[in-house]
């Protein structure tokens, strides 16, 4: 009997460890499989069209915006970064190529666009004149819409800046995560 549940105990681990090792051989290969996938070059479709949802339904409160950035290539991404540090202007940035949801095609930047076609930065306008701040309820669409807030953001306050991160962290994206990949 005792010889049955040591045979049993082997067998068991055996099999337990077989499994293990090719679960992690195919996890290590999808990983590797992964990195090797291409950035990005333009704004995922589902972010591109809830920044038209966003633009329209701004538009249907009287607030007209402009989408300011929206994708960026890791080059464009190390330029503003270069921004006040070694290159003049004053900082707008702490992302490096790559660390940046812009160069992953899921972030937006807005402004204010008035009727003489004057572009403004101004959260506290109330150009269509009902009480509450202009910048604040196009964020409150955006909210609607799934984007996340760079105004939320506990340290460095980006007031332009929406993104959607479909659940994945820059590491995430870094590694060759894509939304498809959570979506599935």
Same mark, same amino acid.
């Given at each position: 009997?005792?010889?049955?549940?040591?045979?049993?105990?082997?067998?068991f681990?055996?099999v337990?460890?077989?499994?293990?090792?090719?679960?992690?051989?195919?996890?290590?290969?999808?990983?590797?499989?992964?990195?090797?996938?291409?950035?990005?070059?333009?704004?995922?479709?589902? =972010? /591109?069209?809830?920044?038209?949802?966003?633009?329209?339904k701004a538009?249907?409160?009287?607030?007209?915006?402009?989408?300011?950035?929206?994708?960026?290539?890791?080059?464009?991404?190390?330029?503003?970064h270069?921004?006040?540090?070694? $290159?003049?202007?004053?900082? =707008?940035?702490?992302?490096?190529?790559?660390?940046?949801?812009?160069?992953?095609?899921?972030?937006?930047?807005?402004?204010?666009?008035?009727? @003489?076609?004057?572009?403004?930065?101004?959260i @506290? !306008?109330?150009?269509?004149?009902?009480?509450?701040?202009?910048?604040?309820?196009?964020?409150?669409i955006?909210?609607?819409?799934?984007?996340?807030?760079?105004? $939320?953001? !506990?340290?460095?306050?980006?007031?332009?800046?929406? /993104?959607?991160?479909?659940?994945?962290?820059?590491?995430?994206?870094?590694?060759g995560?894509?939304?498809?990949? =959570?979506?599935?």
């Amino acid at each position: 009997m005792k010889n049955a549940k040591t045979a049993f105990s082997v067998l068991f681990l055996l099999v337990l460890g077989s499994f293990l090792f090719i679960w992690l051989r195919s996890e290590i290969a999808f990983r590797e499989e992964l990195k090797e996938r291409p950035v990005p070059s333009t704004l995922h479709p589902i =972010v /591109e069209e809830k920044k038209n949802e966003l633009i329209a339904k701004a538009a249907d409160i009287g607030i007209d915006i402009l989408i300011t950035d929206d994708f960026r290539s890791i080059e464009e991404q190390n330029s503003l970064h270069r921004q006040g540090r070694s $290159d003049p202007g004053r900082i =707008v940035t702490h992302a490096k190529g790559g660390e940046s949801y812009h160069n992953y095609g899921l972030a937006i930047d807005f402004a204010l666009l008035l009727p @003489n076609g004057d572009v403004v930065w101004d959260i @506290n !306008r109330d150009g269509n004149g009902n009480g509450k701040a202009d910048w604040q309820e196009v964020v409150d669409i955006a909210k609607d819409l799934d984007f996340s807030w760079g105004g $939320d953001w !506990r340290y460095f306050k980006d007031y332009p800046h929406l /993104e959607m991160s479909f659940g994945l962290s820059i590491d995430d994206l870094q590694n060759g995560w894509r939304p498809e990949d =959570v979506m599935e």
